[in-house]
């Protein structure tokens, strides 16, 4: 069959990897027969195979499927199908491929969309110079991994001055459906100064991938990037499967010394993939239907993005929110694993404010160390105002408050409109890091009085007019440098 994952040894001359595919060569004709299938899960009997191994199952009138050993049922193993089954009845001949699935990655994937067996989708054919890799490979060492100390551009003002991302830093984005997450993917994307960006669409709808590649990532995005995509029809396996092979691609370019940006829309969806397989294979249901398995793979997926000494794995992992309730079992054990979370809020969508992030939930657990400490405190000032604002919110709306009886509230009502300015920003537009820090700083300055290159001198603590007026002018004027500096670049 074409396109079937071969075991032709890598082409480079890497003794690990060679040592490593030769072990999981099937050196004997492998065979049995199907003896059951219940719902997706094909047991077969006459042969073993161990778990994570690639099996054909051979209608004698249909193309072969792919199966994936996801457990046994005594001694017999069960297969799911990586592809959908055209046909098959019980006594079907079933052969063993290989010990584990492999994939062909290198520099000449970037621009190209693959799915989750790493074939091209995009109608090209894959250049030649690829090697073949595993794509279940274990985590970097955790003292093989040095500090994170150096930010990462996303090119998103609310990310890069209120919640700076590092090198080989982790973070979920977490959202209900239709807020917002691969709007702002696109955004990180096409704004990011990594030089390799790999997106996994894990159970995605077919519409959505030809619009996000198309609209969203656009030819610019594309260019630096690779595309793993298994949509929501594809069986579960498959869908599984789609992000370790993109996070299999992020290693490798990684390996060659790149920093990459790994971004996986969504890891609920990878997550609810095994949830159907751990419960074909008979385990047994936990917290909403989760089998354990699924808080066994998180971490394992995870882990495997991070800085190593040769490059870097920036990773976000994007988490769908059922009923957008935070605290449900996927987003509570991805909030814990990971180094940082950015939450969408949808009331903040509802009312044109995009992209929809809701700092005061969100936070960088690194940005202290990648900020400078003047940074720092005019990031927690800001933080302050909003949360501020939130805490009085209704009291303003309705009225309640008057202007002057509390200092705090005041200033946090005079920040709002300057903050916004800093915050909202159009899905086309990328602004460079320093310059979304210089706003920060002129932010704060002008809400405080202080004097900051270029920035306010005026004296105006303690009155909120005159705060509001000299924030939105050091807003207003950092929006325009940009303006002038994306001009001055086009130019
Ligand atoms: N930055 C933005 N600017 C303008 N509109 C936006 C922005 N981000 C999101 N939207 C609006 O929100 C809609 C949904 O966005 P998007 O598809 O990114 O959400 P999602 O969270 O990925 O959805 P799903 O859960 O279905 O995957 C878009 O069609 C768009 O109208
Ligand atoms: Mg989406």
Do not use: W
């Not at 003896?35 to 994570?52: E, K, R, Y």
């Amino acid at each position: 069959m074409s396109g079937v994952p071969t075991l032709d040894p890598p082409r480079l001359p890497d003794p690990a990897a060679t040592a490593s595919s030769l072990r999981k060569t099937v050196l004997f004709q492998v065979r049995g027969r199907v003896a059951s299938l219940t719902g997706d899960a094909v047991t077969v009997q006459g042969m073993t195979a161990p778990l994570g191994a690639i099996c054909e199952l051979l209608p004698p009138d249909a193309p072969a499927t792919l199966a994936r050993v996801i457990g046994f049922d005594d001694t017999r193993p069960i297969l799911a199908p990586m592809e959908p089954i055209t046909r098959l009845a019980a006594g079907d001949r079933v052969r063993l491929l290989s010990h584990a699935l492999t994939l062909r990655v290198g520099q000449s994937l970037c621009g190209r969309i693959v799915d989750a067996f790493g074939r091209p989708i995009d109608g090209r054919p894959l250049s030649e110079d690829l090697m073949r890799v595993d794509v279940s490979h274990s985590a970097p060492d955790s003292l093989a991994r040095p500090p994170i100390d150096q930010p990462l551009q996303t090119g998103v003002r609310a990310i890069d001055a209120m919640l700076t991302c590092g090198v080989g830093q982790r973070l979920g984005i977490f959202a209900g459906s239709g807020v917002g997450k691969s709007t702002l993917l696109g955004m990180i994307t096409r704004g990011t100064n990594a030089d390799r960006v790999v997106i996994a669409m894990v159970g995605e709808r077919g519409r959505e991938v030809g619009e996000f590649i198309q609209r969203t990532l656009g030819e610019e995005g594309l260019k630096k990037s690779v595309v793993v995509v298994a949509t929501s029809d594809k069986p579960a396996a498959q869908r599984l499967s789609a992000a370790y092979t993109a996070t299999s691609i992020a290693e490798q370019f990684r390996d060659e010394g790149h920093n990459v940006l790994l971004l996986v829309d969504s890891v609920t969806r990878f997550a609810m993939a095994q949830r159907e397989l751990g419960l074909a294979a008979g385990e047994p249901p936990t917290t909403r239907g989760y089998p354990p398995s699924v808080f066994n793979l998180l971490p394992q997926l995870v882990e495997r993005a991070g800085r190593t000494e040769k490059g870097s794995i920036t990773a976000f992992y994007t988490v769908l929110v059922e009923g957008d309730d935070n605290n449900e079992p996927i987003a509570d054990t991805v909030r814990g694993l990971l180094d940082g979370h950015i939450v969408l809020n949808r009331k903040l969508a509802h009312r044109g404010h995009f992209p929809p992030i809701d700092i005061p939930e969100s936070v960088s657990r690194l940005q202290n160390h990648l900020v400078t400490p003047e940074i720092g405190a005019a990031v927690l000032k800001i933080r302050e105002h909003m949360v501020q604002y939130d805490n009085s919110e209704d009291l303003i709306s309705i009225g309640a408050y008057r202007q002057g009886s509390d200092p705090r509230i005041d200033a946090a009502i005079a920040m709002r409109d300057p903050i916004n300015i800093l915050l909202r920003q159009h899905s086309d537009d990328q602004t460079p890091m320093e310059m979304s820090h210089q706003m920060v700083m002129k932010l704060a300055a002008a809400q405080t009085g202080q004097a900051v290159p270029g920035g306010q001198p005026a004296n105006v603590a303690n009155n909120p007019a005159a705060q509001q007026a000299a924030a939105q002018q050091a807003a207003q004027q950092a929006a325009a440098q940009q303006a002038a500096a994306k001009q001055a670049a086009g130019g």
